[in-house]
């Protein structure tokens, strides 16, 4: 089959490997010059299988005063005329219920656990430098009844398959002793033996070639997307700057361009960019850097040691739909960035010559990914998932490789799908309308 993906980030990349795999003809449409240029180019390089709390969460309700008021808070919103902008917080904070979150956590697991076999299935195949490590996660918390929260979910993922530990401060500092200069603030943490870390912009780039060379997978990198052309129910091609493609099957994986693509469809997404940023520091000699993959709950900043660089996120920006992936960013949430890391970590690395970034993940309300068909019956989703992108790309692609490929999937996608999980709460019409000539418009 003539199979297109649209957007050459690590979700398109991982899912036109696996399509290539299955022997298909594959093309890659990527508005960049190259691969990974998006939200996959500088992300916090966790790949966080089992420790997948929901953004949307009871304790939001509490924090809200803070995030609306501090310019310095973890989470900023910054209100805007926006429909778009309220419609998608409205979405949001109903799933901030404690069952909501709770069957969030249960869901993003189960993807999360089928990822993380994927990713091994697919490093035995081939050889991706990506400096990926089996580093562990520990996740520190300042705020005592933060860390007694953090406990409670601790057991309700046990019962759920994942395997963790509960350290006080003194057994924080052990397990990572570049936290030294934090101990005395440290209420405790939760580490998780099994989570990793790696480069997200080395992994698509290692799978694109992977795809294009042992598979032959195509490429059209620094192509723009137009609009898809509807007849008989079907997608018939994508239009490109670069000419028509016509393709038996369109999967979109686009992130934060897929509501534009698909509006003129009916079918109304609920994607809204959140923020984020990153330094990368160089590690010297003499630094003293984690090894463990750390994530600081109060700042909400995660740490990953990649190589000889320390990669330092965090962050999340509820500020607009305005798409920017920069290598400078927001100026001032990256010296925020920088200054809290310092504290946290003052000897991992050179700061003076870190290199800054900012960029925007798309996010539904719920926080888990949009996987699957659409009304169209060749028109397939892979988006939506936030700041799990890196963490649960094998497994989507792969599950999106299999409905296209007409096979039952290994997870049941219900709460992944477009007309259940991710438009729970959401607004949206009763049924989309799928007019030929509004699907050919351009975008």
Same mark, same amino acid.
């Given at each position: 089959?003539?199979?297109?993906?649209?957007?050459?980030?690590?979700?398109?990349?991982?899912?036109?490997?696996?399509?290539? =795999?299955?022997?298909?003809?594959?093309?890659?449409?990527?508005?960049?010059?190259?691969?990974?240029?998006?939200?996959?180019?500088? $992300?916090?390089?966790?790949?966080?299988?089992?420790?997948?709390?929901?953004?949307?969460?009871?304790?939001?309700?509490?924090?809200?005063?803070?995030?609306?008021? !501090?310019?310095?808070?973890? @989470?900023?919103?910054?209100?805007?005329?926006?429909?778009?902008?309220?419609?998608?917080?409205?979405?949001?904070?109903?799933?901030?219920?404690?069952?909501?979150?709770?069957?969030?956590?249960?869901?993003?697991?189960?993807?999360?656990?089928? !990822?993380?076999?994927? @990713?091994?299935?697919?490093?035995?195949?081939?050889?991706?430098?990506?400096?990926?490590?089996?580093?562990?996660? @520990?996740?520190?918390?300042?705020?005592?009844?933060?860390?007694?929260?953090?406990?409670?979910?601790?057991?309700?993922?046990?019962?759920?398959?994942?395997?963790?530990?509960?350290?006080?401060?003194?057994?924080?500092?052990?397990?990572?002793?570049?936290?030294?200069?934090?101990?005395?603030?440290?209420?405790?943490?939760?580490?998780?033996?099994?989570?990793?870390?790696?480069?997200?912009?080395?992994?698509?780039?290692?799978? %694109? =070639?992977?795809?294009?060379?042992?598979?032959?997978?195509?490429?059209?990198?620094?192509?723009?997307?137009?609009?898809?052309?509807?007849?008989?129910?079907?997608? *018939?091609?994508?239009?490109? !700057?670069?000419?028509?493609?016509?393709?038996?099957?369109? /999967?979109?994986?686009?992130?934060?361009?897929?509501?534009?693509?698909?509006?003129?469809?009916?079918?109304?997404?609920?994607?809204?960019?959140?923020?984020?940023? !990153?330094?990368?520091?160089?590690?010297?000699?003499?630094?003293?850097?984690?090894? /463990?993959?750390?994530?600081?709950?109060?700042?909400?900043?995660?740490?990953? =040691?990649?190589?000889?660089?320390?990669?330092?996120?965090?962050?999340?920006? /509820?500020?607009?739909?305005?798409?920017?992936?920069?290598?400078?960013? $927001?100026?001032?949430?990256? &010296?925020?960035?920088?200054?809290?890391?310092?504290?946290?970590?003052?000897?991992?690395?050179?700061?003076?010559?870190? *290199?800054?970034?900012?960029?925007?993940?798309?996010?539904?309300?719920?926080?888990?990914?949009?996987?699957?068909?659409?009304?169209?019956? $060749?028109?397939?989703? $892979?988006?939506?998932?936030?700041?799990?992108?890196?963490?649960?790309?094998?497994?989507?692609? *792969?599950?999106?490789?299999?409905?296209?490929?007409?096979?039952?999937? &290994?997870? %049941?996608?219900?709460?992944?799908?477009?007309?259940?999980?991710?438009?729970?709460? &959401?607004?949206?019409?009763?049924?989309?309308?799928?007019?030929?000539?509004?699907?050919?418009?351009?975008?």
């Amino acid at each position: 089959m003539r199979i297109c993906v649209l957007g050459g980030g690590v979700i398109g990349i991982t899912t036109a490997y696996w399509l290539a =795999r299955e022997g298909h003809e594959v093309t890659v449409i990527e508005q960049h010059d190259e691969v990974g240029h998006g939200t996959s180019f500088a $992300n916090g390089g966790q790949l966080s299988y089992s420790y997948v709390a929901p953004l949307a969460d009871p304790s939001v309700f509490g924090k809200l005063p803070h995030w609306l008021l !501090s310019r310095t808070a973890p @989470l900023r919103f910054t209100p805007s005329f926006s429909v778009d902008q309220w419609r998608w917080c409205i979405a949001f904070l109903r799933e901030c219920t404690a069952a909501c979150s709770r069957a969030t956590t249960r869901e993003l697991l189960a993807l999360g656990f089928y !990822s993380q076999a994927m @990713l091994r299935e697919l490093l035995d195949d081939e050889a991706i430098p990506f400096a990926h490590r089996e580093s562990g996660k @520990l996740v520190v918390y300042r705020d005592p009844a933060a860390f007694a929260a953090a406990e409670r979910l601790m057991r309700y993922q046990a019962a759920l398959g994942c395997e963790q530990q509960a350290l006080n401060a003194h057994a924080c500092v052990e397990r990572e002793p570049a936290l030294g200069a934090l101990a005395s603030q440290l209420a405790g943490g939760i580490y998780t033996r099994s989570e990793e870390t790696g480069d997200c912009l080395g992994f698509t780039r290692g799978v %694109a =070639r992977a795809a294009t060379e042992r598979y032959g997978a195509r490429l059209m990198p620094g192509t723009r997307i137009d609009a898809l052309d509807v007849a008989q129910g079907r997608v *018939r091609a994508v239009r490109t !700057s670069r000419g028509e493609l016509e393709a038996d099957h369109v /999967v979109v994986a686009l992130g934060n361009g897929t509501r534009a693509l698909l509006k003129p469809l009916g079918l109304d997404v609920p994607l809204y960019p959140l923020t984020g940023y !990153s330094l990368t520091l160089p590690i010297r000699g003499t630094d003293l850097a984690p090894s /463990v993959s750390v994530t600081d709950a109060h700042h909400k900043i995660v740490y990953a =040691r990649l190589g000889d660089s320390l990669r330092i996120a965090g962050m999340v920006d /509820v500020a607009g739909t305005r798409i920017e992936h920069t290598a400078h960013g $927001n100026a001032d949430r990256l &010296a925020l960035l920088a200054r809290q890391a310092r504290e946290t970590f003052p000897h991992a690395g050179d700061y003076a010559a870190a *290199r800054g970034w900012s960029g925007a993940r798309p996010a539904t309300p719920s926080g888990k990914p949009i996987l699957g068909a659409t009304p169209l019956p $060749n028109l397939w989703l $892979n988006v939506g998932h936030g700041a799990l992108g890196f963490t649960l790309a094998c497994a989507s692609a *792969r599950l999106v490789t299999d409905l296209v490929c007409g096979r039952t999937p &290994a997870l %049941a996608l219900d709460p992944f799908s477009w007309a259940y999980g991710a438009l729970r709460g &959401a607004s949206r019409s009763a049924s989309p309308v799928l007019h030929d000539d509004a699907a050919r418009r351009t975008t």
